[in-house]
């Protein structure tokens, strides 16, 4: 079974260009969430969609991020603008939902953004 | 959720067993501790969560005290490869929840 996949591994753009992230979840897991390490801090959460809606966004910085899972499936993360301190890896998970059990993260391997 | 402390950093004999602690003193009655690791340039890993009862699986065993403010993470037999940032977190049931990464201990697991 295919893991949670991340778009593009590496992006290096200039500030104020746009940049958009692409995760692919599990397939058949409900709810996504995307996370972000900036430079020589501890891992942040930003949002969980269930299915196509968003259920918690309050991690996104700022309204240069827009967060999409139209049909449920794939999510994006769009930076428009793009400024230095966005620089840092942003990680996808996925998990299914059981009322029996813990239903773990699974993570990608994130995506590299590099704002020069 | 509950904070947690752990050391910064701990070095570990390869095929010895690492034992890394975790204090959760204001842990709630109906909270878990989870545990994750992010080995370098990977993205984070579960390994293992527990109540109260002491837990194994296939990677590791969570030792709970019976007081549940403090907890131990046990790699029976540490690989180079276990080498890696471990995460204590504590939260409510349902994995759907976000995890709240802090800092976490850096275990070194040296030849």
């Known amino acids: 079974e295919a893991g949670v996949t991340q778009f593009p591994s590496h992006s290096v753009i200039e500030k104020g260009q746009t940049v958009t992230l692409r995760c692919d979840p599990i397939?058949?897991?409900?709810?996504l969430y995307w996370y972000r390490r900036v430079m020589g801090k501890e891992i942040k959460f930003l949002l969980h969609?269930?299915?196509?809606?968003?259920?918690?966004e309050s991690g996104m910085p700022n309204n240069r991020f827009l967060a999409e899972r139209t049909g449920g499936t794939y999510s994006t993360l769009k930076v428009q603008p793009a400024e230095l301190e966005d620089s840092g890896v942003y990680f996808c998970?996925?998990?299914?939902?059981?009322?029996?059990?813990?239903?773990?993260?699974?993570f990608g391997p994130g995506t590299r953004l590099t704002v020069l | 959720d509950a904070k947690t402390t752990q050391p910064p950093s701990m070095d570990c004999a390869e095929g010895r067993a690492a034992n890394l602690p975790c204090n959760h003193s204001t842990i709630s009655g109906n909270e878990y501790v989870y545990w994750y690791r992010q080995i370098h340039s990977q993205g984070p890993q579960y390994i293992i969560h527990g109540l109260k009862n002491n837990e194994t699986n296939e990677m590791a065993s969570l030792i709970i005290t019976e007081d549940r403010k403090s907890s131990t993470l046990i790699l029976p037999h540490a690989t180079l490869r276990d080498t890696a940032v471990y995460y204590c977190i504590v939260s409510l049931s349902g994995g759907y929840q976000k995890v709240t990464f802090g800092t976490g201990t850096k275990l070194q697991v040296i030849p």
């Open positions: 969609f269930v299915k196509e809606s968003k259920q918690d």
């Open positions: 998970a996925s998990s299914g939902y059981s009322l029996l059990s813990y239903n773990e993260q699974f």
């Open positions: 397939s058949g897991h409900d709810n």
